[in-house]
């Protein structure tokens, strides 16, 4: 199994990164050595211990996201991404913004 390595970002916690990436947050606190869960800060890399990436139908846009890293983060092509959401302005995306990622 090859972990997929993941920045946090600021709001982040073990548990939605978990969520993201079906697992749990135990198993990421394990497999990264971290003893107190709740000490996880932005920048951090965190290895997840994962069999596959699956992304998820929906994906709820973070600070800092664009709609190129997004695709790139799952292994998915933007044009895609973006003829799906009808974006006239892919880089006009938002924090909190919910789009598809694939039909």
Do not use: C, H, W
């Amino acid at each position: 199994m090859e972990p997929v390595i993941y920045t946090v970002r600021p709001g982040n916690t073990l548990f939605a990164i978990a969520q993201l990436y079906g697992t749990t947050a135990n198993d990421i606190a394990r497999y990264n050595g971290i003893v107190y869960p709740y000490t996880i800060y932005p920048g951090q890399k965190l290895r997840i211990p994962v069999e596959e990436v699956t992304p998820p139908k929906f994906y709820f846009v973070r600070p800092g996201d664009t709609v190129f890293a997004i695709a790139y983060r799952y292994g998915l092509n933007p044009n895609s991404i973006i003829a799906i959401n009808n974006f006239d302005d892919p880089n006009a995306i938002y924090p909190g913004q919910r789009i598809q990622l694939f039909v």
